[in-house]
């Protein structure tokens, strides 16, 4: 006798853009696996009721996006990565507890391993443009790598000091206007918003940064943003939004599905393919 279909799904408010299903159903094809992986649009005020019921609803877990990252991790027995970075993007039901991590940590990391391998060898500093919900998993992933110096450039500068208040003296808040600052950057990542279709380019001169630094990107809609261009123009290493998309979406199908899945070029092939078909382009939620 097979075993009953399992599902999952994706919560947000709005959820119609979200290229989660994509990845889902892609690797439930390629293994063969008799599961279901669904859109929920869930307005705030119907999330908590929403998250208590998923078993009674049918599922075993649920990808969590904008705007329920932060009561997500309330609602549940967060991980140390959940925790540390004060959101959770992925649940599961483990006996009668709820649990929860943030998958963008170890997205984001696992794709610059992929792209750029050996990139924390020797690195003593890395830039992280952003104070926001991903410059956190950032941040924490790279002190998880055990990197000395983080130095965080926000617009808002008080973000930028909550980063450092949260993290430990690693981080250092630093301005924008401070150019001097790439010039030992062994990394940079942009974890702002600038650069996705629809806003404006990041200001930043790639050839300030040394020429073994490596450059990654979160944003993922272009695929190829400015900042991305750039540094390829100057020969350097880079790791793309797209790629830390299908990193972070591995784990939430292992503790779903029962399986680790691989992130194969043929789905890079069908988020580029839809990514490019879509009509608004600017995509932006997982
Ligand atoms: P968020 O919490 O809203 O933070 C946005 C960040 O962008 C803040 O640091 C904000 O600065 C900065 N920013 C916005 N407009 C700006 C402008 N005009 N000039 C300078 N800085 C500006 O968003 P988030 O959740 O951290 O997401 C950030 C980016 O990462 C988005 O593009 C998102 O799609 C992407 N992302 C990608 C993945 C992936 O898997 N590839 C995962 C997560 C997020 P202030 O603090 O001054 O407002």
């Not at 390629?30 to 005020?45: D, L, S, T, W």
């Amino acid at each position: 006798m097979s075993a009953p279909a399992r599902a999952a799904c994706i919560v947000g408010w709005p959820v119609a853009h979200s290229r989660s299903p994509l990845i889902h159903d892609y690797w439930l094809r390629r293994y063969g696996i008799a599961g279901e992986y669904r859109r929920e649009a869930v307005p705030p005020q119907q999330f908590a009721e929403f998250v208590r019921s998923l078993a009674a609803r049918g599922y075993v877990g649920a990808n969590v996006t904008v705007p329920h990252k932060e009561a997500a991790l309330a609602l549940s027995q967060p991980d140390e990565h959940a925790r540390a970075v004060g959101a959770a993007n992925t649940l599961w039901l483990d006996g009668g507890a709820l649990r929860s991590t943030n998958t963008d940590v170890e997205g984001f990391l696992d794709n610059l391993d992929a792209c750029a391998p050996q990139w924390d060898r020797g690195l003593a500093k890395a830039v992280v443009l952003g104070a926001g919900g991903a410059a956190r998993g950032v941040v924490h992933g790279l002190i998880g790598r055990g990197v000395a110096r983080i130095t965080v450039v926000n617009r808002t500068r008080r973000r930028a000091e909550v980063l450092r208040q949260r993290f430990g003296k690693a981080v250092h808040p630093v301005d924008w206007a401070d150019t001097a600052l790439l010039a030992d950057a062994g990394l940079l990542v942009n974890a702002t918003t600038l650069g996705m279709a629809g806003q404006p380019e990041l200001p930043l001169d790639v050839r300030l940064l040394p020429g073994h630094a490596v450059v990654a990107e979160l944003v993922y809609a272009p695929l190829a943003t400015p900042l991305l261009r750039a540094a390829r123009g100057r020969g350097l290493r880079t790791a793309d939004g797209l790629g830390m998309l299908m990193y972070q979406a591995v784990r939430g199908f292992a503790l779903w599905f029962g399986r680790t899945p691989e992130v194969t070029a043929e789905l890079r092939t069908l988020l580029e393919a839809d990514l490019g078909s879509s009509a608004d382009k600017a995509g932006g939620i997982t």
